[in-house]
């Protein structure tokens, strides 16, 4: 992801390669930056929450259905909440079936319809390995931020994450 240089002594660019609006120096230094500390962001809550044997997608699954109505979601929306494609889910919520934390149920009036449910013991381990989750969040990340800076990462955030949500057609 090198500023992009090409030889173009034997051969002229391509239209769209001229079109092109590469990355200043400023733009590329942020975007590696950005990608570098969600990486490493996620590696090191992915690490604090094995001691707990949860992945960071299980716990992120937890916490959605910690949030839902009777702590139960259609595996769609699940789905589309997590970002996870519909077979990912699947494979997914049946190793956390296996551990336990969360039941697959019928949708009644949708034979084809199934919702995930958080166990007791889904919901026990949830609220054990919230506050270690939560603590690790804000040593690595919240408290590394004034308060200004907060607001000023979130109001530079949101807008890219509506767009975003916008071009998969959820709001």
């Known amino acids: 992801m090198d500023t992009h240089t090409i030889d173009t002594a034997d051969t002229p660019p391509s239209q769209s390669e001229e079109e092109t609006p590469w990355l200043t120096a400023r733009e590329q230094r942020m975007w590696r930056a950005h990608l570098e500390v969600a990486k490493l962001l996620e590696y090191q809550l992915s690490r ?21 109505p009777d702590r139960r ?3 769609t929306d699940l789905a589309t909440a997590t970002l996870q494609s519909k077979s990912r889910l699947s494979h997914q919520i049946t190793r956390m079936e296996t551990a336990g934390l969360v039941l697959r149920q019928e949708c009644p009036g949708d034979r084809r319809g199934l919702y995930a449910h958080l166990t007791e013991h889904g919901w026990e381990t949830m609220q054990r390995v919230a506050p270690d989750h939560v603590r690790s969040v804000r040593a690595h990340f ?20 509506d767009h975003l949500r916008g071009l998969r057609g959820k709001p």
Do not use: C
């Open 48 to 68: 604090e929450l094995q001691p707990h044997n949860l992945a960071i997608n299980d716990y992120e699954i937890l916490v959605v259905l910690s949030e839902a």
């Open 73 to 75: 979601m259609r595996m």
């Open 142 to 161: 919240i408290d590394r931020f004034t308060p200004e800076q907060l607001d000023a990462m979130y109001e530079a955030l949101a807008p890219i994450a």
